[in-house]
């Protein structure tokens, strides 16, 4: 077919500037990464390619060949150097504590000098799968799991792998709902982690403080989400426990957010609990506007969403969550212990939040049992 | 063929009332469908309609106002145009992002309306390009517009979410006022939808503005051309328009739309996500299906079809806040209330029924085309 | 030839698949001269060349070879749409040379602007009466129905306004394209008398496909015949006026003796 030659030439140009826009579209997924370099200044792109082979297959193999590569190196150092891969599903504030408390974690962990490459998937499941499965390409020597989402991408891959690279994970509140391992001792050979089980308690009792006539709470999630469909459980047991209802909505995208707190807020309902819900929380500003038009306080289950707009945010230490890991994942790499040494434990320290400001909005006062523990973020 | 065949098949088919069988007894089944759910549903119907308060018909109206643009560019592309573009789930999160970050940067929540629009026009000059020179179908070429966007959305918004609550919108100026005005009215229910109701009252004259746009866009001798490129292509060019240009600048003009409707959101609802905005082309259809059916017929002018999409859209959010507010309680089971999640597959369903009508009709006054030829 | 052709055909070839099976050489270096006024019809059998002829003239196929000239400017890698200022175009298929959707007012403003450009400027709303005129010219009563939907016309009636549309402001050259092959018996010969009016008043200069026979001699002042990609034969004047549709067959297979058969032209 002929059709308007002329045209087809004047627009070659284009064609190839689209491409051109195209493969920097492809190059850009490599954008997003991270690489940090944690104790040593490598060249953080460099040692990715370059030291991977021998030091790898001696990692993976950890019980013996890892102190090798310590004494290999003891000259003037006696650090083991091993890559890391840290998956996390999306930019939310819990869940980047988790990388903050890792990183820092491994910084001060003298016998590993780690090469950490992060990834946020930026919301999008779908990138996961080929996350975790570019970095067991890659040999990497540990992954670390953040969230549950992730947890379970993760797993899937490794054991599809079957070489038993260890995998650690964070902010998971129910490893075993999530399919990863059947009980604290029994699971993969190569996964450990901490079991991030937010008390529910913490904000019943809050809540109650507050407000001693509260019958009702209100809950928004995304039912796509295991974490939040086992919190919802939990609350709801607790609830039943206190002679309470809860109100729920569900959402499938943070912008039915509004529209979900109203449709909840008209209930009513004398609370609204936020789970660690990362689609509820990137769309929680649009909750924070009705908390504040109703005069209905937001209570977080986490220390962090007190920013996003919750009045009072009680949550699991998720900071530490990380160190622990790193904790985990020093002893792992430097060869003197393996994943399987570490049954999977519930952490329950906590981090109170509580903004004067949001309260203040949401028609509340800060109860001085919140102000004595937590820290005002305004 | 004997000579009896064509009196036999006039006694047992009266031809006039074959005529109209295609679209009326489409018309009647569905009609029929209809008025059986909304009797067995009527308690339910009326139990969510009482239960619904001032606060969920204003938040319905201001969303429906907010999404109305979005779906006058979805009824520009797929019924003016003729081009179905799945773009629209890409250029509503780039018109929140960029709104955001012009807010966020404290340039202007006013400008932010023009650039979002720019930024959606522009997606939609990609997809029509890559549907026209490079000759990619239609639903392909904006779907990997689409999967382009996310990056470059992700790229202009810095992060995957931003927060507007303490930065000046448009909205910002009259909320206080508003806020007070209405409380004195209807104290704390006054409190309550005040947000809604500064959305609305702004929106509404927003869409407006666009209407009397499009009403005098369509009027021009540019305009005439745009419908007739998306009525036959083949025609328009021997009538001496460029189709192509005509094709990527309505495809750009719809996704402006959309843009505009993504700015407007993130002003409203207080923050830009860059993951919203899935399933936006289907709420769109439903709305511009609703508007149809329940505003407008064809015939009309281009105008009022397109006040028929804005109130479609209107009634398509408050039908959603209803059925969120619907506590359908079936034998044997305690109770069960519709979720979001539910809602998508109702939607997806109405539109199929809906895109279905019209295809069954015709196939049906085919067939009975073909039985008067025999 | 004393003046410019309006059109003129400069050996023009197209081949379609080139280099591969299922190759066809649809036009073979065709020349062919149309002076200002002249109404040639073209005749020839299925496959003969003569719709990718006028899809070349129109711009919908450029040529592999050859040049393509109206009013003694080429034209010939022009697009469609650019060229389409100068030339009225018919279709066989009645539904593709109207808007269904829009009205038969708006399909008659969309053919004005047609040789003028359009720009962002308010329809004329003042045609009313002219549009009224031209349509009760087709004697169909559509002149009543300005504001019905195109769709809602019959072929006959759909093709006839087509035809009003392509004659619109006077085109350089006006193409029909078995323009009444569609159309019931009593329908074809009212668009096609309706034709025959309007070229003899506007003075058009028409290039007019036909498969039927009487047409090809009753019809125009010149008739040219196509087989495989060329021209056959052309004539005009005296010579035609004394042809009958048995003759212009005589002639058909005198060319080419391997076609026998009357039936492969009708």
């Known amino acids: ?378 | 063929m004997t000579t009896e065949s064509p009196p036999a098949a006039a006694t047992v088919r009266p031809p006039p009332a074959e005529e109209r069988d295609g679209s009326s007894i489409g018309r009647i089944v569905v009609g029929a469908f209809l008025l059986l759910l909304v009797v067995a549903l009527v308690p339910t119907l009326w139990g969510a309609v009482s239960s619904m308060g001032a606060p969920q018909w204003t938040e319905a109206l201001a969303i429906g106002l907010i999404f109305a643009p979005a779906a006058m560019g979805i009824y520009l592309t797929f019924r003016v145009l003729d081009f179905p573009d799945l773009t629209v789930d890409g250029s509503f999160p780039a018109g929140g992002a960029i709104a955001a970050v012009l807010i966020t940067n404290d340039v202007s929540a006013w400008l932010a309306l023009p650039a979002a629009m720019l930024l959606g026009a522009l997606l939609g000059v990609v997809t029509g390009c890559l549907h026209i020179y490079l000759r990619i179908n239609s639903l392909l070429a904006s779907i990997i517009t689409l999967t382009a966007a996310f990056t470059v959305n992700l790229r202009i918004q810095g992060s995957a979410n931003i927060s507007l609550l303490n930065s000046d919108r448009i909205f910002t100026p009259w909320t206080e006022p508003i806020r007070d005005q209405l409380e004195s009215w209807f104290g704390s229910t006054g409190v309550q939808i005040h947000r809604a109701v500064t959305t609305a009252s702004m929106t509404v004259l927003i869409v407006v503005a666009v209407l009397l746009v499009l009403r005098w866009f369509f009027a021009t001798e540019v305009g005439l051309g745009m419908r007739a490129t998306g009525a036959n292509r083949e025609m328009s060019q021997s009538q001496a328009i460029d189709t192509s240009r005509y094709l990527i600048g309505g495809v750009a003009l719809s996704n402006s739309l959309v843009g505009l409707t993504g700015a407007l959101f993130v002003q409203h609802a207080g923050f830009a996500d860059i993951n919203s905005g899935a399933g936006l082309i289907v709420s769109g259809l439903a709305a511009v299906i609703i508007g149809e059916v329940l505003f407008g017929s064809k015939a009309r002018s281009m105008l009022a079809r397109f006040v028929a999409v804005a109130l479609g859209m209107i009634a398509y959010r408050a039908a959603i806040a209803l059925a969120l507010n619907a506590d359908l309680r079936f034998p044997g089971t305690d109770g069960f209330r519709l979720e979001a999640s539910d809602i998508k597959f109702a939607t997806a369903a109405v539109v199929v029924v809906m895109l279905a009508i019209p295809r069954v009709s015709e196939t049906r006054k085919e067939r009975a085309r073909r039985r008067a030829r025999a | 030839m004393s003046a410019t052709p309006k059109l003129s055909v400069q050996g023009c070839s197209l081949t379609f698949n080139a280099g591969q099976h299922n190759e066809v050489t649809a036009l073979d270096s065709v020349d062919l001269d149309v002076a200002t006024g002249e109404h040639v019809v073209i005749v020839g059998s299925n496959g003969a060349g003569k719709s990718t002829l006028l899809n070349l003239v129109c711009g919908r196929y450029l040529p592999d070879t050859g040049r393509i000239l109206i009013d003694g400017q080429a034209v010939t890698n022009q697009p469609e749409h650019v060229r389409a200022r100068r030339i009225g175009r018919v279709f066989q298929d009645p539904l593709a040379g109207t808007a269904g959707p829009m009205t038969i007012e708006e399909n008659l403003a969309l053919a004005e602007r047609r040789s003028h450009g359009r720009r962002f400027r308010r329809i004329r709303r003042d045609q009313t009466e002219q549009h009224r005129e031209d349509l009760s010219r087709l004697g169909l009563g559509l002149e009543d129905r300005l504001s019905n939907q195109v769709a809602s016309l019959s072929g006959g009636q759909r093709q006839a306004l087509a035809l009003l549309m392509a004659s619109v402001s006077k085109p350089d050259l006006l193409v029909l394209d078995e323009h009444t092959a569609a159309l019931d018996p009593g329908a074809a010969e009212r668009v096609l008398r309706l034709t025959n009016e309007l070229v003899a008043e506007e003075q058009l200069t028409a290039l007019m496909i036909t498969h039927n026979m009487d047409h090809a001699v009753d019809t125009g002042d010149r008739t040219v015949m196509m087989h495989r990609g060329t021209v056959l034969f052309d004539v005009a004047g005296e010579e035609r006026a004394q042809m009958s549709v048995t003759d212009l067959v005589e002639r058909f297979r005198s060319f080419r003796a391997t076609v026998s058969d009357r039936s492969t032209l009708a």
Request: hydrophobic share 45%.
């Open chain 1, 1 to 378: 077919m002929s059709r308007s030659r002329a045209a087809g030439r004047r627009l070659f140009a284009s064609v190839l500037f689209l491409v051109l826009v195209a493969a920097a579209c492809g190059d850009s997924d490599d954008d997003a990464t991270t690489d940090t370099t944690v104790a040593e200044a490598t060249d953080s792109t460099e040692s990715e390619s370059t030291e991977a082979p021998d030091d790898t297959e001696a990692a993976t193999d950890t019980t013996e060949a890892a102190p090798e590569t310590t004494t290999a190196e003891g000259d003037d150092a006696t650090a083991a150097t091993a890559t890391i891969g840290i998956v996390n599903i999306a930019p939310v504030a819990a869940l980047e504590l988790v990388n903050d408390g890792f990183t820092d974690g491994m910084g001060e962990c003298a016998a590993v000098d780690a090469t950490l490459d992060y990834r946020n998937a930026e919301g999008d499941g779908s990138q996961l799968a080929p996350i975790v499965a570019e970095f067991l390409d890659s040999d990497v020597d540990l992954i670390l799991a953040i969230s549950t989402p992730v947890l379970q991408a993760t797993v899937a891959a490794n054991e599809a792998d079957g070489r038993g690279t260890p995998v650690l994970f964070g902010a998971v509140t129910d490893p075993f709902a999530a399919g990863a391992a059947a009980g604290p001792d029994d699971k993969p050979d190569w996964l450990a982690g901490w079991q991030a089980d937010a008390p529910v308690v913490g904000m019943f009792d809050i809540a109650a403080e507050i407000n001693p006539e509260a019958t009702t709470i209100g809950v928004a999630y995304d039912p796509s989400l295991v974490n939040s469909v086992v919190a919802l459980a939990k609350r709801e047991a607790e609830a039943e426990a206190r002679g309470w209802t809860v109100e729920t909505a569900t959402i499938g995208d943070s912008s039915e957010v509004g529209t979900a707190a109203n449709s909840l807020a008209t209930r009513d309902i004398d609370f609204f609990f936020v789970p660690t819900d990362s689609i509820l929380v990137n769309g929680l500003a649009g909750m924070a506007q009705v908390a504040d038009d109703f005069d209905i306080p937001m209570i977080a289950q986490d220390s962090g969403i007190t920013q996003a707009g919750a009045a009072i945010g009680t949550g699991l230490d998720y900071y530490g969550d990380g160190r622990r890991n790193a904790d985990y994942a020093c002893q792992i790499l430097s060869g003197q212990a393996t994943p399987a040494d570490f049954p999977i434990q519930q952490f329950s320290e906590e981090l109170v939040a509580y903004s004067t400001t949001n309260a203040a909005a949401q028609g509340i006062e800060i109860p001085a049992t919140v102000a004595e523990v937590g820290t005002d973020i305004g």
